[in-house]
Nanobody, 114 residues
Framework: QVQLVESGGGLVQAGGSLRLSCAAS???????MGWYRQPPGKQRDLVAR???????NYADSVKGRFTISRDNAKNTVYLQMNSLKPEDTAVYYC?????????WGQGTQVTVSS
């Protein structure tokens, strides 16, 4: 069974940085991998995603501040978050997609204080 394990969340002041990591429990050939986030009382939305070949797309609200990357050999995806804002506060979820199924991590809390 494939599990996605996230790490790197925490509490940071506005303007600070965090790096999230998400590793699959088994070697698996994923197509797209990405990060979503869900602020309190709101829906879960896409933050960034990356194809197996390295093409990326970002939510407008994080462009220029966040960078997604992946290591296919390790089945790991990263999210470097710089210039964090209080509105970035949310639970961040890792997502990985094959041709037939989507997998989700358990979520990691990111809190940005003003």
């Amino acid at each position: 069974q494939v599990q996605l394990v996230e790490s790197g969340g925490g509490l940071v002041q506005a303007g600070g940085s965090l790096r999230l990591s998400c590793a699959a429990s088994v070697l698996f050939s994923f197509n797209d991998m990405g990060w979503y986030r869900q602020p309190p009382g709101k829906q879960r939305d896409l933050v960034a995603r990356i194809t197996r070949g390295g093409s990326t797309n970002y939510a407008d609200s994080v462009k220029g501040r966040f960078t997604i990357s992946r290591d296919n050999a390790k089945n790991t995806v990263y999210l470097q978050m710089n210039s964090l804002k209080p509105e970035d506060t949310a639970v961040y979820y890792c997502n990985a997609v094959t041709k037939v199924k989507a997998y989700w991590g358990q979520g990691t809390q990111v809190t940005v204080s003003s």
